[in-house]
C-alpha cells in the first residue's frame, strides 16, 4: 500500500534496500511448504540437495555453526524500536520545551519564532532525505520542543492550567485513536486515505486564505467564536486521521521486514502528528476559554 503520510509517502521509505520487503514493493511468488517464512526457509542447503540425500558432515557443521536468524541479526523494525525511538524523540522534544519554559519571560516570541522557522527547515530535510537520519530527527524534536514550549508558557500565563489541559487532550486522542485502530473500528482503506487527504488539502488552503487576509486587515473568523471552534475540532480530527496514517505504516513496515533504522522515521511521523493535535488542542481550548 503506498502511503499518503508525506513522511512515508517518499521513495526510500519503509523499502527493500538489502533484502527487506518493504511498502509498495510487489513481492514474487513463492513456495511454500511447512517452513516457509521461518529462520530456515533460506537455508541454502535445503534447495540444493536432493529430496532424500544426506548432508554431509561439513555441512552439518557449517549449519550447526551458523547464528541465529533474529532482531538482533536481522536488523529489522519491530514495535520495541518504534516505541524506543519515539520516546526518545518525545523526551527530546520536552526537554527542547522545558528550555523555553525556564529560560524565556512569557512575552518574548522572538527566538521561539526563530525555532520553529528552524524546526520548519529541518522537518523538511528529514522528510525528503532519502535515508534516516537520527540526530537530524532529534534536532527537530529539540527546536519544535523549544517552539510549543514559548506559546504554551505565554497562553499557561493568560489562561492558567491551559498547558496540562493540552497535554491531556493531546494524550486522550492519541490513545483514542490506538484503541479504535487496533480493534479496527478504523480501518486505512484507500478510500478512507483519499477522503481524509482532500479533507487535509482543503483544511491547509483554508487557513492559508485566512493568514493572506489577516495581512490585509480581514478576519475570516477562524480563529475566534463558533466558527473557530469548528475549525479547532476539525484540526484535531485531521490529526488523529493522521496518526490512522502512521499506525497503519507502521504495522505494515513491520510486517514486511523494514529496516531498524526505518524506526526512526515512524518515530518523527509520530511526533509531527502528536505536535499538530497539540497546536490544536491548545487553540481550541483558548477559544473555549474565551482568548480570541
Known amino acids: 500500500m503506498r502511503s499518503s503520510n508525506p ?24 513456495a511454500t511448504g511447512p517452513y ?19 548432508l554431509t558432515a561439513e555441512q552439518l557443521a557449517e549449519m550447526y555453526g551458523a547464528p541465529s536468524a533474529g532482531p538482533l541479526r536481522t536488523g529489522r523494525m519491530t514495535m520495541d524500536d518504534v516505541v524506543a525511538r519515539t520516546a526518545l524523540t518525545l523526551l527530546t522534544l520536552v526537554v527542547g520545551g522545558a528550555l523555553a519554559w525556564f529560560a524565556l519571560p512569557a512575552e518574548n516570541y522572538g527566538f521561539a519564532v526563530g525555532a520553529a522557522l528552524a524546526a520548519f527547515v529541518v522537518g523538511l530535510v528529514v522528510s525528503f532525505k532519502r535515508s534516516v537520519s537520527a540526530p537530524l530527527i532529534l534536532t527537530y524534536a529539540v527546536l519544535e520542543g523549544f517552539f510549543l514550549g514559548a506559546i504554551t508558557k505565554a497562553l499557561n500565563t493568560a489562561l492558567p492550567g491551559i498547558a496540562v489541559q493540552a497535554v491531556l487532550g493531546t494524550a486522550a486522542v492519541f490513545a483514542a485513536m490506538l484503541i479504535a485502530y487496533k480493534s479496527g473500528r478504523i480501518r486505512v482503506t484507500p478510500r478512507y486515505t483519499r477522503i481524509g487527504m482532500a479533507v487535509a488539502m482543503g483544511f491547509v488552503i483554508l487557513l492559508l486564505i485566512n493568514m493572506a ?41 513491520i510486517r514486511g521486514g523494514a529496516p531498524q533504522q526505518e524506526s526512526w522515521r515512524a518515530a518523527f511521523g509520530l511526533t509531527l502528528s502528536l505536535v499538530w493535535i ?5 487553540r481550541l481550548i483558548a477559544i473555549l476559554r474565551g482568548d480570541d
Do not use: K
Not at 516457509?36 to 544426506?54: H, L, R
Not at 475570516?220 to 476539525?234: A, F, H, K, N
Open 213 to 253: 487576509a489577516s495581512m490585509f486587515g480581514a478576519d475570516m473568523g477562524l480563529r475566534s467564536g463558533p466558527l473557530g471552534i469548528v475549525v479547532g475540532l476539525l484540526g484535531i480530527g485531521l490529526g488523529a486521521f493522521f496518526l490512522s496514517l502512521d499506525f497503519a505504516e507502521i504495522e505494515e513496515g
Open 36 to 54: 516457509t517464512g521461518s529462520p530456515y526457509d533460506n537455508n541454502p542447503y535445503a534447495q540444493q540437495q536432493p529430496y532424500g540425500q544426506q
Open 7 to 30: 513522511v512515508f509517502s517518499r521513495e526510500g521509505s519503509f523499502t527493500r534496500g538489502t533484502g527487506y520487503a518493504g511498502f509498495g514493493t510487489q513481492q514474487q511468488p513463492q
Open 278 to 282: 497539540y497546536l490544536e488542542m491548545l
